[in-house]
């Protein structure tokens, strides 16, 4: 996905924000601080629906947040790849933690939640250390598969302040392409949605 758009003006976030209702829940502090609560606040919810895709497998399914860690079977050529992330979509989400270099890039709609996007980058042994005892195994085991101290990540979260979308390089050692970058990255998708409480 290519960078877009500059950053909505002041009255546009207002508008974003109050048309969505539940907008108390928005951080009022920097990009980094909203984008670090989010783990927390995704995670006070009871479960959601999650789908995970891979430029050639996919995964999807009921995750329970107070639960152990899920492990979805994925499905597609590529199925037999290792794709941690749609294994255990959740430990993406607590990789969030580790978000470094946060930049808004504006509010988007997700599966038709209000969010607001930002481009980010992931320091994996910051956001293990960050990571709750109970899910730090699934974290620390998900970050040694992806093979890289910290890779680019696009974060999208949402008027009550909770992920829907996480989305990183297949190849972590990849840079974030610029916008005159005519390559198409391979991304690794994770979507959130259908949240209960």
Known sequence: MSRWSPVLPVFGLVALLGACGGGSGVSRG?????????????FGASSAQVEAAAPDAS?????????????????GPGAGTNYPELRDPLAMV??????LEVVSYGGTA?????????????????????????????V??????????AFYA??????????????????????R??????????????DLFAFEA
């Open 59 to 75: 995964s999807a399914g009921t995750v329970r947040f107070a639960g152990p860690a899920p492990e979805l079977q994925p499905t």
């Open 177 to 190: 392409p610029g916008n005159r970058d005519r390559s198409k990255p391979r991304l690794i998708t994770v």
């Open 94 to 99: 607590d990789l969030v933690r580790g978000a």
């Open 154 to 175: 696009d974060v999208w979260v949402d008027t009550d302040g909770r992920i829907r979308r996480v989305q990183v390089p297949v190849e972590k050692t990849t840079k």
């Open 110 to 138: 997700v599966r038709e939640a209000s969010t607001f996007r930002y481009e980010t980058v992931i320091d994996v042994e910051a956001a293990v250390r960050a990571t709750p005892e109970a899910r730090k195994a699934s």
């Open 30 to 42: 920097t990009p980094e601080a909203a984008v670090r609560a989010a783990p927390d606040r995704t």
């Open 140 to 149: 620390r085991a998900t970050a040694d598969r992806l093979g890289s101290p």
